[in-house]
């Protein structure tokens, strides 16, 4: 079992700046790809960012890239997910999410059928 923990959500004006953290405790820590989702009101959870289980290999969705930046720090069982010019449109819940498989190697990164832990979620809402 693996309790995963959000925090850093809030209210920014858009073009402002947030960085969300998610600490996971339970199980080892570093042999797993972790994730990031959102679910913006209304509408189905989105893929957002993951960092591979070495923390070599990012991906993200088109339209984060270039604003959002994941990244993990195994000696602190935590992740993060820093966002700057935020927009109207990324309002959501935000996720994190433990990949299932340790040690993965594969591209599988953007459904959510491959994690198998999730935390609670923190809301983000921006301001026009």
């Known amino acids: 079992q693996v309790h995963l923990v959000e925090s850093g959500g809030g209210v920014v004006q858009a073009g402002g700046s947030l960085r969300l953290s998610c600490g996971a405790s339970g199980r080892p820590f570093s042999p797993f790809a972790l994730g990031w989702f959102r679910q913006p009101p209304g509408k189905e959870r989105e893929f957002v960012a993951a960092i591979s289980w070495k923390g070599d290999s990012t991906y993200y969705a088109d339209s984060v890239k270039g604003r959002f930046t994941v990244s993990r720090d195994n000696a602190r069982n935590s992740v993060y997910l820093q966002m700057s010019s935020l927009n109207t449109e990324d309002t959501a819940v935000y996720y994190c999410?433990?990949?299932?498989?340790?040690?993965?190697?594969?591209?599988?990164?953007?459904?959510?059928?491959?994690?198998?832990?999730w935390g609670q979620g923190t809301q983000v809402t921006v301001s026009p």
């Open positions: 999410a433990t990949h299932a498989g340790a040690y993965y190697s594969g591209t599988s990164y953007s459904t959510d059928r491959a994690y198998d832990f």
